[in-house]
């Protein structure tokens, strides 16, 4: 079991940035394969941003986000950060991390379809002039 807490979460004007911080705790369990980042835009189905794997600490990023966003991982404090610059009102939504276990397949392919194992309860991101 992984419990995920989000923060940082707020309003903020076109070309600005916002940073989003996710405290997990696995307790005495095997730290999640990957971690990610996801949104749901008011009307639209919820959309992976990027994830990192833990181990080896690659990303991947939604295109739309790819040069603006960036995802890392503080192993030492089980922290996973989402830095968000040059923000659009296209970004506004709620934010959620998400991680996903050792079981067998593809972070990847779960990132895309959108089904980590594990979710925060999320924190409302707004891009507003």
């Known amino acids: 079991q992984v419990h995920l807490k989000e923060s940082g979460g707020g309003s903020v004007q076109p070309g600005g940035s916002l940073t989003l911080s996710c405290a997990a705790d696995?307790?005495?369990?095997?730290?999640?394969?990957?971690m990610g980042w996801f949104r749901q835009a008011p009307g639209q189905a919820r959309a992976g941003v990027g994830f990192?794997?833990?181990?080896?600490?690659?990303?991947h990023y939604a295109d739309s986000v790819k040069e603006r966003f960036a995802i890392t991982l503080d192993a030492s404090k089980d922290t996973l950060t989402l830095q968000m610059d040059g923000l659009t009102p296209e970004d506004t939504g709620m934010y959620y991390c998400?991680?996903?276990?050792?079981?067998?397949?593809?972070?990847?392919?779960?990132?895309?379809?959108?089904?980590?194992?594990?979710w925060g309860q999320g924190t409302q991101v707004t891009v507003s002039s």
């Open positions: 998400a991680a996903r276990g050792h079981e067998s397949g593809s972070c990847y392919r779960d990132w895309e379809r959108g089904v980590f194992g594990y």
């Open positions: 696995s307790g005495s369990g095997a730290r999640p394969w990957c």
């Open positions: 990192i794997y833990t181990d080896t600490h690659n990303t």
